[in-house]
């Protein structure tokens, strides 16, 4: 039986003022396939994307849907199209439920158990596992994205569209997904899905599209091709997929973390007796699911967040209770990726120039800013980093993902940093941004400085980072050298099947030999949780 | 002091007082329902004010006894004015937010200084040549109680547009909570980048939002002029006062329009107390914070609580641009 056509672009383009997201693009989708829109950050996947579903009118080109040519101005009319759009950053209302956010903008009767079976329905068909009632700010990433997959199949659309829809999965969620969208493909229903991870393009897609810098370079059937031959249609040259680990002699103890505990915004008990410390030159890693504890103990490591109980000593010197500026002045910074990337550390409508400022501000001798020096940094910064931007005072909203981050990351170790701590540096990055980031961090650690990083993907931390420690629920799991462990060691220990620190009882895990205190002075801070400031100056 | 004060006199003028707070308030809640914080509330109740008071004129057609026309035609005239004039001032504040993105509290403020002007320039001019007295009759007393039950005289001896009011607001908590539009509506105001990716008109609902809050806010000045002040000498510098505690009574009821026909009695009854109060002139001035007292008093219990469905709409007072990012 010959494939029918569900999709096809003819010459699409688009333009935002001066940047041509989008020229002159061709592709097709076959009806019950999975096509993979695979593309560097900023090569315009997601515009296109936005295009077929109706957020964005193309400047030039036509679609067609079952061979008829479609006008899609508005997303109602890309329902009516039967195409709907996953996004990545998820499109729900987090005060309503799950069949609320489901049934908005249907012409469904506003019967919740009508709807409720309706939703078990599409579940029970499909493999889905949601509680219709829950409400959405209480939900789980993986469960948020489960009611828009759902939000789009109860609208009746056949063509799916899914943003990156892994970039903040684990890979147990991650498995769940591809089984449904496997389902979904043998119900006939054709799926384009946008990611960066070659892995999972090989395991989920029939054909991959690439796109490069805005224009379409070519299709390729998944089952012929390789992720070296993949790498090099999106970058457009052959780039070597190694991640160096940098071996440098061992200093010692930068920043030492001993019996901490810290507490969630909801008041459980985030981290958990956590103790363990990063030397000059050495790069740790942290693994764990999302939401066990890496953001919290990043924050309390930059001063952003009040500890509960422990000893954050950095150079022999508490910093328990110091202002952030003052812990940034010691030469600690920090960097946190968000989910929704802006977030945190930058101001989204301010420029490059003015970002940079942000953390320099105060340092001028008079009440002016120096505007020109930040530019000129600004200026440095775009070129070392390669960033994409109309000039440096473009607002940095407009930037594209992974633009945004090579700011953030690049001002970060811009202010010579001793001690960096990074959660989720590459969140979304393509291949070229993630290898710029990890070579920067290699930099830095020839520099001598000690990282902390925060990861997601355990293949680059393995390779990367020199030690990785491993969080469950806020527990330490082991503290394990990464070239003596695996992945599946690793993954065991962050669902806390194994736990190291129990295995090895006689082991003192997370405390160095050659600490920069003594034992008694450890005593003197261990009895005093959150030591204030003018005590721990005089230590 | 407590034996001098009659209970049903306070409650009857806190009902016929709170009943101004009462409309500005329903129709605000609509509009913030939107994500629209409109600020000019103030001014569109003159605006209400003023377009009732037309109404009343053309009826009357000049005359003094306002006996040129029945009664039904006088209230349902001016109704359908004061709504006009109040939604087309909302039409300024809805082209100035939703078509063209400007800062929705310089709009809404603007406004309010615009329409609190616009009435006070009419303002002599009805207070001097037109005579509303004989018209007012017919916006009074609606069941027509004439006993001294404290039953009757709390509950049946109000105006039309006082009865209007509560069935408003239940309306209004019925339509948010009960219906397809109203969770769309509930919708635009959380998170209009969602509303707008399952296919909701954004812009026509923040329109038709604004208008209508801005029609039912305008009835508050209507009601004022024609019932409250029995038709005579009244001055916009009251309505702009009241406009915002309409607006601060929106906060104080959590956008509960149900919550706000007692919210605007509470408030009501806390600004006729001071005339039964025996209190100096200074003592007067601050009892008059009390309102404003009570918003700040929910406003930080509302934090404290954090409960999600307290929360004023996630994205009132931002502009939405679908294609920024």
Known sequence: MEKKIALELRGISKHFGMIRANRDISLSLYEGEILALLGENGSGKTTLMNMISGIYYPDAGDIFVHGERAVISSPREAFGYGIGMIHQHFKLVDTFTAAENIILGTAEKYDMRRVNARVGEIAARYGFEIDPKKRVHEMSVSEKQTVEIIKIIFRGADILILDEPTAVLTPQEIEKLFAILRNMKADGKSIIIITHKLNEVMEISDRVSILRKGAYIGTVNTAETDEKQLTEMMVGQKIDLEINRVQIEKKSPLLE???????????????????????????????????????????????????????????????????????????????????????????????????????????????????????????????????????????????????????????????????????????GLDINSSYLIYDILNEQKKRGVGILFVGEDLDVMLALCDKIMVLCHGRVMGIVHASKVTKDELGLMMTGAVDLTREQKDKHFGIASDSALSPDEWADVGRRPGADRGEADSD | MLGGINIVNILTDAIAMGTVFLFGCVGETLTEKAGNLNLGIPGIMCCG????????????????????????????????????????????????????????????????????????????????????????????NLFGYSGSGAFGRIFLSHGILVYLGIIIAVCASFFLRKTRTGLALRAVGENPATADAVGINVSAFKYAFVLIGSAVAGLG????????????????????????????????TMWKPVLSIFGSILFGGLYVLSAYLPLSFNQLKLFGMVPYLITVLVLIVIRLLNRRDNQPPASLGLSYFREDR
């Open chain 2, 49 to 140: 004010a003023l377009g009732g008071g037309l109404g009343v004129w053309i009826c009357s057609a000049g005359a003094t006894d306002a006996a040129a026309s029945p009664g039904w035609v006088f209230v349902t005239v001016s109704v359908l004015l004061a709504m006009v004039f109040a939604a087309a001032a909302g039409l300024i504040y809805a082209f100035l937010t939703v078509t063209l993105n400007t800062n929705q509290n310089i709009a809404g403020l603007a406004l309010t200084t615009f329409g609190v002007g616009v009435l006070r320039f009419f303002s002599k001019k009805i207070n001097n040549d037109i005579v509303f007295h004989g018209a007012s009759r017919y916006f009074k």
């Open chain 2, 221 to 252: 000045g209507l009601y004022y002029v024609m019932d409250k002040s029995n038709g005579t000498t009244f001055s916009e510098a009251a309505i702009d006062t009241f406009g915002w505690m309409a607006v601060a009574l929106v906060i104080a």
């Open chain 1, 257 to 427: 973390i001993r019996d901490l505990s810290i507490r969630a915004d909801d008041g459980s008990l985030a981290i958990d007796g956590v103790s363990f410390y990063i030397r000059g030159g050495e790069l740790l890693g942290v693994a764990g699911i999302t939401g066990c504890g890496q953001k919290e103990l990043c924050e309390a490591i930059a001063g952003l967040r009040p500890i509960e109980s422990g000893a954050i000593i950095h150079k022999g010197e508490s910093i328990v209770g110091l202002p952030p500026r003052e812990i940034i002045e010691k030469g600690v910074s920090m960097s946190f990726i968000p989910e929704d990337r802006l977030g945190m550390g930058l101001a989204p409508s301010f420029s490059i120039t003015d970002n940079m400022m942000l953390k320099t501000y105060s340092e001028g001798s008079t009440p002016f800013v120096d505007r020109r020096s930040a530019r000129s940094r600004a200026e440095a910064l775009i070129k070392r980093l390669d960033i994409v931007t109309p000039s440096t005072e473009t607002p940095v909203r407009r930037l594209s993902g992974g633009n945004v981050q090579k700011v953030l990351v690049g001002r970060e170790i811009e202010s010579g940093p001793n001690v960096i701590v990074t959660a989720y540096p590459v969140r």
